[in-house]
């Protein structure tokens, strides 16, 4: 999912991009690729470049495409076709793709690569058109004699021919256009403001209680505070997402979250919240994070959120004196529980780890939590002495 510094992003459009975009980010997840870096990493190219190709904003290159596609160990015929189907509607979008290069189109326009998008009948030769003479000279009469003897033989063989290139072109259409039908009528129509807790194609009925949905969207000031579904189905009605379910809401370009990882239990993810939980991880926010256990709660002068059934579990986020959101994963959380929590001498946090999950994470009254390789240790402030572990145990303790 699907569905941030500055914007959120999307993870899935209506343009030929945004649907490009999807598939890149399907095709490295599938391929075991956590995020840009990874991509970036994996596929030698750079981490701006790899940002831009996963978010749609512009199609990219079909070098970049190449080398993310071959990264993955995909079929490049396959992904080339695709690219320049996407290059050309994006063209007539007027979307101002980058430039195509010459041998693609060339590639595009052979038969034997290029998909059947619209069957051209088979040009069928006639007796009529004139057939090269072998030698200079002009024929003599029983070579015009012979001549029209052999193509007299010829034309039932060039007819049957042209007839059958005829059916294949026609059983090629029909089969197309069923398919593109069948297509529209799966496809569920999209979800308006009455659609909260209605679930997408695919969802089992018992994982829902669509009363739970309900209740949490008004308890938040629903429709005005909130907004309607994103009117995206896959995105705007009830869908998986990571380990649990995910409704993606919008009000004036804000977007929200409902989430629900228990059918009884919905949280409502909006504002420094939503932008804290999807930052910097996007798609990957809820399988690495896992899903709040219950509404922000106050702890000390901060107010935490913890989170289950995540990779890297259990973890929580805590606010920034701003009141920006920074996740703990399991090492680093441990160890910020022991020496007190959001409510011990550390006090809050004031930074996050990044989409890597390695570095540091300063806190407002000294001191550095160091999270390398899975695993984290404290770092006092230079020329202070340690703040010593305050609980041998990892319990959050609030006043």
């Known amino acids: 999912m699907a569905r941030q510094a500055g914007r959120p992003r999307r993870e899935l459009g209506d343009t030929p991009t945004d649907l490009f975009a999807h598939r890149l980010r399907v095709l490295t997840e599938r391929a075991g690729m956590r995020g840009q870096a990874d991509i970036a990493r994996r596929a030698n190219i750079s981490g701006s470049t790899a940002a831009s190709a996963i978010r749609g904003e512009r199609l990219p290159t079909w070098d970049t495409t190449k080398a993310i596609v071959e990264a993955c160990g995909e079929s490049v015929p396959e992904w080339q076709n695709d690219w320049v189907t996407t290059w050309e509607k994006a063209e007539r979008a007027g979307q101002s793709p980058p430039k195509c290069p010459l041998e693609l189109l060339d590639a595009a326009q052979d038969p034997r690569q290029a998909p059947i998008t619209a069957p051209v009948p088979p040009r069928v030769l006639t007796l009529e058109e004139p057939v090269p003479a072998d030698e200079p000279h002009a024929p003599d009469e029983h070579e015009k004699e012979s001549r029209t003897r052999q193509r007299s033989r010829l034309r039932p063989t060039l007819r049957r021919i042209g007839q059958i290139a005829t059916a294949i072109a026609v059983v090629v259409t029909a089969g197309v256009a069923i398919r593109v039908m069948a297509e529209q009528r799966t496809q569920p129509p999209a979800p308006d403001c009455d659609a909260i807790g209605v679930a997408y194609t695919g969802v089992a009925a018992h994982r829902v209680h669509r ?40 009000l004036n370009g804000t977007p929200a979250r409902l989430m629900s990882i228990d059918p009884d239990t919905v949280i409502v993810v909006s504002g420094d919240f939503y932008r804290g939980y999807t930052e910097p991880h996007w798609n990957l926010a809820a399988r690495r994070l896992g899903y ?20 890297y579990e259990p973890g929580a986020l805590v606010t920034t004196p701003n009141g920006r959101y920074v996740w703990f994963p399991r090492a680093a959380w441990r160890v910020y529980l022991q020496r007190g929590g959001p409510a011990g001498p550390l006090g809050r946090p004031l930074n996050d780890l990044g989409a890597d999950i390695d570095g540091e994470i300063g806190f407002e009254h000294g001191g550095t939590i160091v999270v390398e390789a899975g695993t984290a240790r404290f770092v006092p402030v230079t020329g202070a002495s340690s703040v ?12």
């Open 211 to 250: 009363q739970a949905w309900l209740d949490a969207y008004a308890a938040h000031g629903g429709r005005s505070t909130l907004g309607c579904p994103d009117p995206r189905p896959e995105q705007g009605l009830v869908h998986d997402w990571g380990p649990g379910l995910s409704q993606d809401l919008e």
């Open 292 to 311: 709040p256990q219950a509404p922000p709660f106050p702890c000390g002068d901060a107010r935490v959120v913890l989170l289950t059934r995540g990779e």
């Open 388 to 399: 010593p572990a305050q609980h041998t145990d990892t319990d959050l303790r609030c006043h």
